[in-house]
């Protein structure tokens, strides 16, 4: 099940911005048992979006999430994007409106054309409904891949996925179970460490592992170990994820290194 996030807007690629939304949802997508295979952060360029979303559709991956874009202003141009690069038109889709409508009448607001253009959707979308904010998020079929468009904002964001997205894709997609299993090292360079984790991840080739240095290298290092396996079920990647961390502490201390299990990657 592989994955890709865009997060889109030129506050974002600037450093205007921090960039959560991709932590966010790398996270959720990789508990969930997707792969992502990257993060695309974009300036608000109808062209430039299409081109890379067109790339990255031609490989037929199983999901893609865009973030940014969907409000009111002439630079939220990512609908027309998606719409663009999956050969439809975008049009006003009434689900949408009638959220829209739905939430400018509650402030005693009328509906203007700005207003309006949250409505447009890529041919064929269905309307996310957003609980927080006004623009609806997008969730569109484009062959083998759902391509799913939330907003920026990321309380909105957040709001949308957990109510919303992430119920649908445990519906529709076959996940995988995720186990994980975090340790420090004292006392063995990563250097020395990666030999080891070589060894095990020839014998275990489901197996993923990053050690993170954090101390230094040579003259007093330290190192988080993050293992980590997938399975079709919960017993079976919880047992994968058991031994292959121990199988690797345990080489690691007979390198000399002091194991202290648990940990944080923050």
Known sequence: MKAWLFTLGTEVVTGRVVNTNAAYLGRRLTLL??????????????????GWLSLVLSGRPAL??????????????????????AGRRLVLNEHALEMVKRRYEERGLPLTPERVKMAYLPEGGEAIPNPVGTAPGCWLRHGETI??????????????WEGYVEPRLREVAPLRHIAER?????????????????RLLHRYPSIYVKTHPKGHE????????YVQASASSREEAENAA?????????????LG??????????
């Open 64 to 85: 893609v999430v865009t973030t940014g874009g969907l409000g009111p202003t002439y630079d939220d141009v990512t609908l027309e994007a998606v719409a663009k690069a």
């Open 147 to 160: 391509v799913v468009s939330l907003p920026g904002v990321p309380s909105e964001l957040e709001a949308m």
């Open 257 to 266: 290194g002091s194991v202290t299990w648990g940990g944080s990657l923050q």
């Open 182 to 198: 975090i340790f420090t090292v004292v006392g063995v360079p990563e250097s020395s460490a990666a030999a080891v984790v070589k």
């Open 242 to 254: 058991d031994i292959a961390a121990k199988e690797l502490a345990a080489e690691l201390e007979n």
């Open 218 to 225: 040579t003259r007093g290092p330290v190192l988080l170990v």
């Open 33 to 50: 048992g997707f792969e992502v295979l990257g993060n695309v952060s974009l300036v608000d360029d109808v062209e430039l979006i299409a």
